[in-house]
């Protein structure tokens, strides 16, 4: 059972390689650092391209596409980018297949509750998200 993990200044988290097969926690803290790159590229405080070797094309199209409608909406409304808060709250997560993982993390802000949905498999040595979808 893991305790939600508080996260008051969200330093740039470490992206490394780890293999779901792994033992230990190894693959919740990527599934984990991946959500919140991913949820600080959508607020505008993290650049897309720092998960370019992270994600499929595919969905790095369609964070592109967010990342524009967020700016514009925070353009619109005159909000600035500012780094979220977020808590980690209990992250799941399976192989069904050999090479691919599935997992969920729940994330915790100060105006509501989001789950992510992830979706990593192997391209020969490395791992790439090949769906995300901010719930």
Not at 71 to 77: G, K, N, Y
């Amino acid at each position: 059972m893991s305790f939600p993990l508080p996260v008051t200044e969200c330093p740039r988290p470490t992206l490394r390689l780890v293999g779901p097969t792994e033992p230990g926690d190894s693959t919740e803290s990527f599934l984990e650092s991946l959500t919140l790159c991913v949820l600080e590229v959508l607020a505008g405080v993290r650049d897309l391209d720092q998960l370019a070797r992270w994600v499929s094309d595919d969905v790095y199209r369609v964070l592109s596409q967010r990342v524009v409608l967020s700016a514009r909406a925070r353009q619109v409304t005159g909000e600035r980018s500012i780094r979220p808060t977020f808590t980690i709250g209990r992250t799941l997560h399976s192989e069904p297949l050999p090479g691919v993982v599935e997992g969920v993390v729940i994330v915790h802000g100060k105006a509501r509750t989001r789950a992510v949905a992830l979706r990593l498999e192997r391209l020969e040595t490395r791992w790439r998200a090949s769906a995300i979808n901010v719930l």
